[in-house]
T-cell receptor
Framework: DTAVSQTPKYLVTQMGNDKSIKCEQNLGHDTMYWYKQDSKKFLKIMFSYNNKELIINETVPNRFSPKSPDKAHLNLHINSLELGDSAVYFC????????????FGSGTRLTVV | ELKVEQNPLFLSMQEGKNYTIYCNYSTTSDRLYWYRQDPGKSLESLFVLLSNGAVKQEGRLMASLDTKARLSTLHITAAVHDLSATYFCAVDVTSGTYKYIFGTGTRLKVLA
């Protein structure tokens, strides 16, 4: 019974394509996040939603667009993929109040060729 | 700009030895988290430290937080091969947005 599930796990696509990654959590958490982990393992926050409202939007190209249809789902759509977008993308969730840490999804390894 | 630096970045140690990983951060925060990541896997929560002087222990790992020094440590006692992984600290810079800034990670390899 996976707490935070992401699909797909692997995604290989050509430059210029558009792709989406989906995330769902069954923990009842109010806040969800997208993080990008690069080839050097560095983790950087991209977006955060709280109860479907965008609350964090870091310096991310406009080609990346998050969408949260409800508080249990957070999707990431990427337009016009570039080589530099290759990374592992992690979804995470946390309770609405701070101090609990995140629960991470299993990650989506995106490879742009 | 907020910086979260871990030291060392790479650590190779013999089984049975002790070692400490350091996490320094550059802003005021009294909440810090430690995570473990195995190769090709997700991040697993290890410790949640919520106040100055907090100390948590689980098995061979012990984490502490000194908010005045802006320093957290992860101490490994009598390392075993199963502890080989990458360890991240994350500083909670929440001010209404529950945002964590992750450290650079420490890749630990325990040699048999």
């Amino acid at each position: 019974d996976t707490a935070v599930s992401q699909t797909p796990k692997y995604l290989v696509t050509q430059m210029g394509n558009d792709k989406s990654i989906k995330c769902e959590q069954n923990l009842g958490h109010d806040t969800m996040y997208w993080y990008k982990q690069d080839s050097k393992k560095f983790l950087k926050i991209m977006f955060s939603y709280n109860n479907k409202e965008l609350i964090i939007n870091e310096t991310v190209p406009n080609r990346f667009s998050p969408k949260s249809p409800d508080k249990a789902h957070l999707n990431l759509h990427i337009n016009s993929l570039e080589l530099g977008d290759s990374a592992v993308y992690f979804c995470a969730s946390s309770p609405g109040t701070g101090g609990y840490g995140y629960t991470f999804g299993s990650g989506t390894r995106l490879t742009v060729v | 700009e907020l910086k979260v630096e871990q030291n060392p970045l790479f650590l190779s140690m013999q089984e049975g030895k002790n070692y400490t990983i350091y996490c320094n951060y550059s802003t005021t925060s009294d909440r810090l988290y430690w995570y473990r990541q195995d190769p090709g896997k997700s991040l697993e929560s290890l410790f949640v430290l919520l106040s100055n002087g907090a100390v948590k222990q689980e098995g061979r790992l012990m984490a502490s937080l000194d908010t005045k020094a802006r320093l957290s440590t992860l101490h490994i006692t009598a390392a075993v091969h199963d502890l080989s992984a990458t360890y991240f600290c994350a500083v909670d810079v929440t001010s209404g947005t529950y945002k964590y800034i992750f450290g650079t990670g420490t890749r630990l390899k325990v040699l048999a």
